[in-house]
């Protein structure tokens, strides 16, 4: 079955509304896929591999809730290869933890030893939300992509940017244009240019702050069909976990978030990573909370800064959670207010 009718049928069951732009994005997708169908030669490792020569893979960017996420999971289930599906971020953080034991082991090159696992497991990576805003990254990933290209191993990715601002105004972007020009030789970089959003259309006008609770288990089974991935961000040497993370919608608590030793540079990579945040079980604050509170005020001024959709429970409503005059909350509150907006974070990236 090729991936359009797969489409046509999910749409038949009521799973899918048809649209026309992402019908169009199901064009490279199974040029992809029937490539990897073709019968394939054996690599020296005794894998199949499949020929460098043509497109390896497809590189899908556009706006956030338009589908990407989606088009990649059907390619992944209709892969007729090994596929591996894995958040951008997460599959980075494997990179660098393997190339951290390699390092220890003394190896001349530290990437190859976690390139050669990749090249051994799959042939076809499904990468979700590639952002680069690390320079170790961006140095990482482009010797990796030269691996798996030459070892025959085929990247679909998606993305909110166009590869040309990727890693935009980075330390040394200059070294990373190669990749850049990379991207756009060896894979179909196509837009996806649907006007609807959709996961803001499963938000709607339906209420995002909750006082002492509210459905929010229901919002995350809505948003993510109660399937998570989790997902790990490195940030200055120290690991940010989510348990409960799937493509751009995480969720957390308060104690979880506010109540650890976190400061500015995880609440920026979080904002980066996420696109809708369900954070629960925020208390009122009072100056017993101090370290708590700071924190808070933080993490809200990095989710407004990046327009990161934001669900939230609380035992007041925003002006109550904290006196202005111990906290300088007042902005805090406006901001929390501003945020329960329904186009909140409509035209982000």
């Known amino acids: 079955m090729t991936l359009t009718e797969l489409y046509a049928a999910r749409v038949a069951e009521g799973c899918l509304t048809a649209d026309p732009a992402q019908e169009a994005a199901l064009v490279p997708l199974e040029k992809i896929r029937t490539k990897l169908a073709a019968p394939v030669k054996k690599g020296f490792l005794g894998f199949g591999t499949q020929p460098a020569e043509g497109p390896m893979g497809v590189y899908l960017w556009g706006g956030v809730g338009r589908g990407k996420s989606m088009l990649m999971d059907l390619f992944h ?14 599959f980075m953080q494997e990179a660098h933890e393997a190339m951290h034991e390699a390092r220890a082991a003394e190896t001349r090159d530290a990437l190859e030893p976690f390139a050669r696992s990749v090249i051994a497991q799959t042939r076809v990576l499904c990468f979700d939300e590639m952002q680069i805003t690390d320079i170790t990254d961006a140095m990482i990933v482009g010797r990796l992509f030269e691996k798996l290209f030459a070892a025959g191993v085929h990247v679909v990715t998606t993305s909110n940017r166009v590869p040309d601002d990727l890693y935009e105004n980075g330390l040394n972007r200059a070294l990373f244009v190669p990749f850049i020009n990379m991207v756009k030789e060896r894979m179909i970089v196509h837009e996806l240019v649907a006007a609807r959003d959709y996961r803001q259309d499963r938000l709607g006008d339906e209420q ?3 006082i002492g609770g509210g459905a929010l288990d229901e919002v995350w089974e809505r948003l993510t069909d109660g399937v998570s991935e989790g997902l790990t961000l490195r940030v200055k040497g120290r690991d940010l976990r989510l348990e409960d993370f799937r493509s751009g919608v995480a969720r957390a608590s308060f104690a979880d978030l506010c109540g ?12 980066r990573a996420v696109r809708v ?17 700071r ?23 925003p002006e109550d959670l904290s006196p202005g005059d111990v906290f300088e909350f007042e902005r805090t509150a406006s901001r929390l207010r501003e945020m329960q907006a329904a186009d909140w974070g409509a035209g982000q990236e």
């Open 77 to 90: 289930e209709a892969s007729p290869v090994p596929s591996r599906r894995v958040h951008f971020h997460a």
């Open 277 to 293: 945040l369900i954070l629960t079980n925020v208390p009122k604050l009072s100056r017993a909370h101090g370290n708590e509170a």
């Open 208 to 210: 995002t702050y909750f």
């Open 295 to 317: 924190r808070f005020v933080t993490l809200i001024d990095a989710l407004y800064e990046a327009r990161v959709r934001l669900i939230m429970s609380a035992e007041a409503e």
């Open 260 to 271: 650890k030793p976190l400061g500015a540079a995880d609440y920026l990579a979080l904002a």
